[in-house]
């Protein structure tokens, strides 16, 4: 969406509105609108230039002013509030109750390390020249100047760790692709999205989108791979709209297609919408999906990379680890790995949200803590409560108490407390929240979204439904219904076929484990 020129008067101020999901839930389309007729109306001259998030979601609609080169910020703006803003002198960056400074400059962006979301809400998505000017492609020209084994060497060294749940590092899943010798070979993304508190892979998709292209054709030329699809949650139209002109203008472009860049390598990219269940983000059933067919899951072995989508090696990758790629292969893997800490290297975009101040995402290096994420970014509870726990990593993660806010985000410090960082997603709730409907809320989401292949997590998770009401109502078989409860939560875990029924377990015993009391109280 290129800037719209809404006047061509000398002093033409540029503009900046997100087009993001979430800002257009709160008004930034209205927002926009609005600056547009008053500017008009005033013979004020503005370039508005939709563009990602910056992810401070409680200040949006955002709107930016270019002033002296630096964008000065000034939000929660609504519609209604722009004629005055204007009034005021807002386009040459006056002072304002809703004035917020420089927005490179305030704190909740200054702290972070932004590496993967470096562009996402600072250029407008779907121009091409933009992401080139601001490092685009500098990646893919690299690898393209590579052998594959280098590439996938490169990647390795990064220490990059697959971010859409496993943590498995990314260079040895590329390796195994690599190592086929076969007539096709896929690269998957999988843009399924589906855990609870998360949505920097649409953020990423909406705000960024050749990042995400870059990122899956430097993993076709490196395993030799032609044929790429983006697997994407049927819930985010705009997404999907970034990206389908995103590829379009790459394809026109030669960025994708035939000879890529000129080198005689293909790599051609679709889109192709989720069935819209939590399943269909486990990787077999995405593949199944991805088929034609019903989303169940598949065994293993053989794994994808072996026999992946229509029987080919398959590189499948969660979009962050995709969209991490461009910038490893344009400053190395040194420059990567030398953030993080122990063996989770490089950053993270975690995302915050449930009762939380300021929600919104936050990409740091791996070491930073629970609590630094939840005050010094999140601002504590919106409420204004004590925040007893966190759960982080979706619905299968592990609810966290405050005794463990010290706990820094590292893959193997979370698995020492019983926890998962999965994708990044922390829903913190406050001192209201009662633990045993938790329990239940997880028993009651694997019902749900169960694929129905394996007995331990379709029934068990029903079963699990009925023992928790059980427990909530009290009574005299509260303490066998307890044991029944942690009987059932084994079998579920050791006994299922995939995570879903798997670590279902993991929030029911982490509320067990550290709120007994909300399990034993009368209601
Ligand atoms: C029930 C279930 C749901 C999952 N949902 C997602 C998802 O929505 N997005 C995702 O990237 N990975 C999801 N995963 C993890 C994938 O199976 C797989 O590990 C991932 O796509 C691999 O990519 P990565 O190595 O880049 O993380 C899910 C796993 C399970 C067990
Ligand atoms: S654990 Fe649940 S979702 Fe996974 S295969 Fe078994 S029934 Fe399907």
């Not at 390598?265 to 269909?280: H, P, Q, S």
Request: hydrophobic share 40%; charged share 20%.
């Amino acid at each position: 969406m290129a800037g719209a020129q809404v006047s061509a008067l000398a002093a033409v101020a540029r503009v900046y509105v997100s087009r993001d999901a979430a800002a257009v839930a709160l008004g930034a389309d209205e927002t926009a609108a609005a600056l547009v007729d008053a500017s008009r109306s005033s013979g004020a001259g503005i370039e508005l230039v939709r563009i990602g998030s910056r992810g401070m979601v409680w200040l949006e609609p955002l709107v930016e002013v270019e002033v002296g080169g630096k964008r000065v910020g000034y939000g929660p703006v609504t519609a209604g509030q722009v004629k005055a803003l204007l009034e005021a002198g807002m386009l040459q960056g006056a002072d304002h109750a809703l004035r917020l400074g420089v927005v490179d400059e305030l704190p909740y962006i200054a702290r972070q390390e932004r590496l993967t979301f470096a562009r996402v809400g600072v250029i407008d998505p779907v121009d091409l020249d933009q992401y080139i000017a601001h490092d685009g492609y500098k990646g893919l020209k690299r690898a393209l100047g590579m052998t594959g084994a280098q590439v996938v060497q490169e990647v390795t060294d990064s220490g990059l760790r697959g971010r859409g749940g496993a943590a498995f590092p990314t260079g040895i899943k590329w390796k195994t692709v690599l190592d086929q010798q076969t007539d096709q070979k896929f690269v998957v993304c999988n843009a399924d999205e589906g855990d609870s508190g998360t949505f920097s892979d649409r953020m990423l998709m909406e705000g960024d989108p050749y990042c995400l292209i870059e990122g899956m054709t430097i993993a076709g030329v490196a395993v030799g791979a032609t044929q790429g699809y983006i697997y994407l949650r049927v819930e985010y139209p705009h997404a999907e709209i970034a990206l389908r002109a995103a590829i379009a203008t790459a394809k026109q472009r030669g960025y994708l297609g035939r000879d890529v860049l000129g080198s005689g390598k293909t790599f051609e990219l679709d889109v192709r919408m989720g069935a819209g269940a939590y399943i269909c983000g486990e990787e077999t059933s995405l593949l199944e999906s991805l088929e034609g067919k019903r989303a169940e899951v598949r065994f293993r072995p053989p794994l994808p990379a072996i026999k992946g989508l229509f029987g080919k090696p398959t590189i499948i990758n969660n979009v962050i680890s995709l969209a991490s790629l461009p910038m490893i292969l344009e400053r190395g893997a040194t420059f990567y790995k030398d953030y993080g800490m122990g063996r989770s290297r490089g950053t993270l975009p975690i995302q915050l949200a449930g009762n939380i101040r300021h929600g919104g995402l936050v990409e740091k290096a791996f070491g930073v803590t629970l609590r630094e994420l939840l005050y010094d970014f999140g601002g504590g509870s919106a409420s204004g409560r004590p925040i007893r726990t966190v759960q982080v990593g979706g619905p299968l993660g592990a609810y966290i108490p405050e005794s463990q806010f010290d706990t820094p985000l590292d893959y193997e410090a979370f698995t020492a407390i019983g926890a998962l960082v999965g994708h990044g997603g922390i829903v913190a709730f406050d001192d209201t929240v009662d633990m045993a409907r938790m329990a239940r809320y997880a028993m009651e989401f694997c019902a749900v979204e169960s694929c129905g292949k394996c007995t331990p997590c379709r029934i068990g998770s029903t079963r699990g439904v009925e023992v928790l009401d059980r427990i909530i109502a009290g009574g005299p078989e509260r303490k066998a219904n307890l044991a029944l409860l942690e009987d059932l939560c084994d079998t579920m875990q050791y006994g299922s076929l995939c995570g879903l029924g798997g670590m279902t377990p993991f929030p029911v015993q982490s509320a067990l484990k550290h709120f007994p009391e909300d399990f034993s109280r009368d209601r």
